[in-house]
């Protein structure tokens, strides 16, 4: 069993700063793309930020130039640090990673979710 954990949601006043965190653990042979979604309230989970194993990163255009995405690879956690935050960042912010594990002698490679933390940003 593989579970990711994420962390470090919260209400922030626009122009502040939030740094989340998603950790996975379990049955995990290696971590491949790692990444950040986000869902608004009646609007479909969009991808925030991706990052590749090797370090490439990849940002929606409504995020480029305030927020980062990294990764730990000895921690098996990715993180996303939010600057400059707006009014329209909030939503649920959820985590991902295709992570190659195995069961019963077999190896699977599989995209795995987190919960999901809340990201209000509001005065």
């Known amino acids: 069993q593989v579970q990711l954990v994420e962390s470090g949601g919260g209400l922030v006043q626009p122009g502040g700063s939030l740094r989340l965190s998603c950790a996975a653990s379990?049955?995990?042979?290696?971590?491949?793309?790692m990444g950040w979604y986000h869902q608004a309230p009646g609007k479909q989970r969009e991808l925030v930020a991706s990052?590749?194993?090797?370090?490439?990163?990849n940002y929606t255009d409504s995020v480029k130039g305030r927020f980062t995405i990294s990764r730990d690879d000895a921690k098996s956690t990715v993180y996303l640090q939010m600057n400059s935050l707006k009014p329209e960042d909030t939503a649920v912010y959820y985590c991902?990673?295709?992570?190659?594990?195995?069961?019963?002698?077999?190896?699977?490679?599989?995209?795995?979710w987190g919960q999901g933390t809340q990201v209000t940003v509001s005065s």
């Open positions: 991902n990673a295709d992570i190659r594990t195995w069961y019963r002698g077999n190896y699977f490679t599989i995209k795995y």
């Open positions: 379990g049955s995990i042979v290696s971590v491949y793309d």
């Open positions: 990052i590749t194993r090797a370090g490439s990163t």
